[in-house]
């Protein structure tokens, strides 16, 4: 049948529907037509635009409306596109070619489905016009990333993630007919993947393929694989909407897949005004569903809409005429369109606000019900149209209820603008894409976390030390409920066990302080956050930090509003040189410098060490600026060979505040660590103390005290240790120490020197500690990382996440620690596969 046929010739979309319905089978009829369960919320899309109204705007002085609008840097002839369906084939066998031209010949863009008909680059042969890929995300994600790399490939402008469709809904109409797709019509983009082959019907197909488990990770997958924009498709309410625009989406559209999925959902109509005043202007927001008339263009446009989308009658035209036939019905839509902005006065798209719609007109009240208590029962395809048949009082309850839902839509989320602004900093965020890598592909081996080796810890141990600690308290003339109160109450502020660490800092480290000067911390990270807290007075203070540097103490600073100041670090290490330029450069802008972060053995991200004499001119230079030292060294006790002397055993001006952790030589989960803050404090007012009792009174409002039973197990721990943890760990160092000589022999052996020096790769070799860099010849960003996961089984972490600024775009980290032996060999086979195959030379031994 085409558009020429005899009788009257179609004048509207209703026209075109009506042909088409004649034109195709009964089960294609309703494979279009239908909805999910009982067509509720199908039927409310439709109703929804029956109820609007657009009030006239008279003497406007208008002529002809300019129906033309910008999207995402492109100008469409109209704010309508032509909404994402599977297989236009099933009604012309042009299917997607025959839309693509016809959205070209009108100057409107066209969302190509994931299961379209023809392929992405057959259709982009056909378009002129802007054509956006909708993306159902696989289970199997190297599919939808081959997917959207064709898609751009052959030039689409954009992606839209349909958010609505963990799964297919119930559609009963199919059900019923068992509906199954023709020989004929196939997903001719899956074709190659062998996806889509065996599958009847596009419901069984979505059940056995698509990623039901999708959550907000998505997006940064999506950026991670494809520069494009970024759409979601099925966001119906306020909360999700501003989720979206946190997350950085670059559209929305207002959607409930045309009825065919949640049947319940609010008609997209009702929720366009939430998600347009929930996205506040920050990205397009597009609608579709039921949109079947050009006022219902202008009515979605004064809700709050940039644009539509119009599914079902794109495909009615298509059955009724091919291009033409589409090329029609969108010119019925934009020719409306027209005629609907001039009777109402509206000159423009960005003319077209709130003040055109007329109160909306309610749904009928069911018969016999009081007030506005109950409303029309389901299913009411036969309700009155037009005329508001209900009194004032019910309006005013309509209109109560919706100010209820607003303040309830209002108040289910927090704005993540109004909390502080350190929860929007990526460094924050830096840990959450490794965090979801490492979950998503649990079968990689992972080089990323710096965690302690498993297979040091017993649980049983755990019991002992406790029991040490709690004899040794009797022994030393504790009474039994002086025992019973060290565990159970609140205990002092700096520490229970300030001694023994004063002990273990003496025997150790050769650190000779009085326990009075230690502050026993929830772990390292409260000790940072305590020492940059009580050094920095105000806003002129500035905390220095190598570049790159651990993200612990960058991060407490962000915390804390605390600007950190990069002082370059070289492949070679740290030099005094350049902390001495940087301290004239912030003292030249105005700014105090008032400590200068650093670990000086095995540094984490770099390996390094630094060397005795610069251990010397660092304190020196220490002295003579008035700075202090914020000393981390949390691996030298676990690594092998003698130590360097620590700064703190080697400062004779009480310079550096020392700060140590029990994680790496006792174990993490007790979170115990500590600060050694000897420095004299002297002021106004109240006496002498020292820094460490400044910091006591900052953590009695963190943390209030170390939790008890943690002090009490590494206390026994260091009571079996004799207080000395180092011997304690000669067997942990050896291992550590092994396990870096297995990855450094191991990239010996894949990374032959002619060939490392041929493909530009080069590693450090550090002495002990965790941490190992490389510097390879290719972007080591999360679109790599993502590919190294997927496609090679092995994880590692970016190296710029360890800078202030710009660097380490080329470079990654990898941490031995918690790997076997057996796993690193492995493991740096897959990166040693991963890193030729992205520097190209995957053919190479
Ligand atoms: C036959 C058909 C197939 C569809 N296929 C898809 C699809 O593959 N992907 C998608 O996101 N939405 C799909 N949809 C939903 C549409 O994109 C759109 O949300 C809906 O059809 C709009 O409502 P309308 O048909 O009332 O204009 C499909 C809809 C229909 C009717």
């Known amino acids: 049948m085409t558009d020429t046929d005899p009788g009257f010739a179609p004048l509207t979309l209703a026209d075109y529907a009506e042909r088409a319905r004649a034109a195709v089978p009964v089960k294609t009829w309703d494979f279009i037509e239908g909805g999910a369960g009982d067509e509720r919320t199908l039927r409310s899309n439709a109703d929804a635009f029956e109820r609007a109204r657009l009030l006239p705007r008279v003497l406007a002085g208008v002529g002809l409306p300019d129906t033309g609008t910008r999207v995402l840097g492109r100008t469409w002839a109209a704010p309508v596109g032509i909404a994402p369906m599977a297989y236009h084939t099933l009604v012309h066998e042009q299917g997607e070619i025959a839309t693509a031209r016809a959205a070209g010949a009108t100057g409107l863009p066209f969302v190509v489905s994931t299961f379209a008909g023809h392929t992405f680059e057959d259709i982009a042969a056909a378009a002129s016009s802007p054509l956006w890929l909708q993306v159902y995300c696989f289970r199997d994600r190297s599919l939808t990333r081959e997917l959207i790399h064709r898609a751009e490939r052959a030039g689409f402008e954009a992606l839209v993630l349909t958010v609505d469709a963990p799964r297919l809904g119930r559609r009963l109409r199919d059900l019923r007919h068992g509906f199954t797709l023709p020989p004929t019509v196939r997903p001719a983009n899956l074709q190659d993947s062998g996806s889509g082959t065996g599958f009847g019907s596009p419901m069984e197909h979505a059940l056995a393929e698509f990623d039901a488990a999708l959550d907000w990770s998505v997006i940064g997958w999506l950026r991670s694989v494809s520069s494009l924009p970024v759409l979601l498709k099925g966001v119906l309410g306020g909360a ?283 772990g390292c990270q409260e000790a940072m956050l305590l020492a940059v807290r009580a050094l920095i007075a105000g806003p002129d203070d500035v905390l220095l930090v190598p570049d790159p540097c651990y993200v612990g103490i960058t991060g407490a600073a962000r915390l804390l509003d605390v600007e950190a100041v990069a002082v370059p670090e070289h492949a070679s290490g740290f030099r005094c040189a350049d902390l001495e330029a940087v301290l004239s450069a912030q003292r030249a802008r105005g700014r105090r410098p008032r400590a200068f972060y650093v670990t000086p053995d095995h540094a984490n991200p770099s390996g390094a060490t630094m060397p005795v004499e610069t251990r010397h001119e660092l304190l020196a230079l220490a002295a003579r600026h008035d700075l202090l030292i914020l000393e981390d060294s949390p691996y030298r006790s676990v690594s092998p060979g003698r130590q360097l002397p620590t700064l703190k055993s080697l400062d004779r001006t009480r310079s550096v505040v020392h700060l140590g952790s029990f994680s790496k030589t006792l174990f993490p989960g007790a979170r115990i660590g500590f600060a050694v803050a000897d420095q004299p404090v002297r002021g106004d007012g109240e006496g002498a103390s020292l820094l460490a009792d400044e910091l006591a009174k900052i953590k009695s409002m963190v943390t209030v005290n170390t939790s008890a039973v943690s002090q009490t197990v590494v206390a026994g721990m260091l009571l079996a240790a004799d207080g000395r943890p180092s011997d304690f760990n000669a067997d942990t160092a050896a291992y550590y120490g092994n396990a870096m000589r297995t990855v450094l022999t191991r990239l010996e052996e894949r990374f032959p020197p002619a060939e490392r020096t041929a493909l530009g790769i080069r590693w450090n070799t550090p002495t002990g500690g965790f941490f190992l860099t490389l510097d390879v010849p290719f972007p080591t960003d999360n679109a790599a990382l993502t590919r190294s996961a997927e496609d090679f089984g092995v994880i590692w972490t970016p190296m710029s996440y360890f800078y202030l600024n710009q660097g380490g775009e080329s470079a990654l980290r990898l941490s031995i620690s918690y790997l076997t032996p057996d796993s690193i060999k492995e493991g740096i086979d897959r990166l040693a596969r991963f890193i030729k195959s992205e520097a190209g030379a995957d053919g190479a031994s």
Not at 371 to 400: H, I, L, M, N, W
Not at 503 to 508: F, G, I, M, N, S
């Open 240 to 522: 999700d909407a501003r989720r979206a625009v946190d997350a950085g989406v670059d559209g929305l559209i207002v959607s409930n897949h045309g009825g065919r999925q949640l049947d319940g959902a609010p008609s997209t109509l009702d929720a366009l005004p939430e998600v347009a005043s929930a996205v506040a202007g920050a990205c397009p927001v597009l609608v579709d569903g039921g949109v079947r008339r050009g006022a219902d263009v202008l009515t979605s446009l004064a809700s709050g809409a940039d644009a539509v989308l119009l599914g079902r009658p794109v495909l009615h035209g298509l059955a009724v005429g091919g291009e033409e036939g589409v090329a029609r019905v969108l010119g019925i839509v934009a020719d409306e369109l027209t005629e609907a902005m001039a009777l109402c006065g509206t000159a423009s798209v960005a003319d077209a606000g709130p003040d055109l719609l007329a109160p909306r007109t309610a749904p009928p009240v069911q018969e016999g019900s009081r007030g506005g208590e109950a409303r029309t029962a389901e299913p009411r395809r036969e309700e009155p149209r037009g005329g508001d048949v209900r009194g004032g009082e019910a309006r005013r309850e309509e209109s109560r209820t919706e100010d209820l839902r607003r303040e309830e839509a209002r108040t289910e989320a927090l704005r993540r603008e109004d909390l502080h602004g350190s929860v929007r900093d990526p460094l924050l965020g830096t840990m959450n894409f490794l965090n979801e890598i490492t979950s998503r592909y649990p079968e990689a081996i992972s080089f990323a976390p710096g965690r302690p080796y498993g297979g040091f810890f017993h649980s049983e141990q755990i019991f002992d030390h406790l029991r040490r600690y709690l004899d040794h308290l009797t022994a030393t003339g504790h009474s039994p409920d002086q025992v019973r109160d060290t565990v159970f109450q609140y205990g002092p502020t700096s520490g229970l066990i300030r001694d023994l660490v004063a002990d273990t800092l003496r025997r150790d480290e050769g650190i000779d302080v009085p326990p009075e000067s230690i502050v026993v911390t929830a």
